[in-house]
């Protein structure tokens, strides 16, 4: 199965901001949009960074308070991984594991086309779980 199954389903928006927002807007913005991570584009609408809750928490461990009104280009990681539609699940899974963090954004070329979270694969495994559990129910009333 390929990530680009798990995007015809759940759409192809992704919350980008910029480098120059604040950690308390990129805070409310999370809260609000109910989601776990912010990806920072560039001028050109390159993804330069990924802000995510983990951030955020050590953000505000490192430098308290003050670390709100820093900019989120102080806290983000700038070495994105990324993958492309035509990547596996399974891949994805693999590096979202080995490197411990639970967002993946997809890109074409350079263009943003979507963004998937641990929560998101392991929802679509679990409907794939439960398709290959009915299909041989199936067969095994019809045999
Ligand atoms: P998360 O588990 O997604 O909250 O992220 C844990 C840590 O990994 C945070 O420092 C994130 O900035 C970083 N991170 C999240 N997603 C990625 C990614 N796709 N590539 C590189 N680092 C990431």
Redesign the pocket.
Known sequence: MIVKSILSVKGHDVLTTSPTTTLAEGAKTLAEKRI??LVITGADNRVVG??????IVRAIAAHGASALTMAVSEF??R????CSEADTVASIMEQMTA???????VVEGHRLVGIVSIGDVVKWRLHEMEQEHSALRDYIQTA
């Open positions: 776990g991570a990924i802000v995510t809750e983990r951030d983000m990681t070495k994105v991984v990324t490197g411990k963090f639970r967002h993946i954004p």
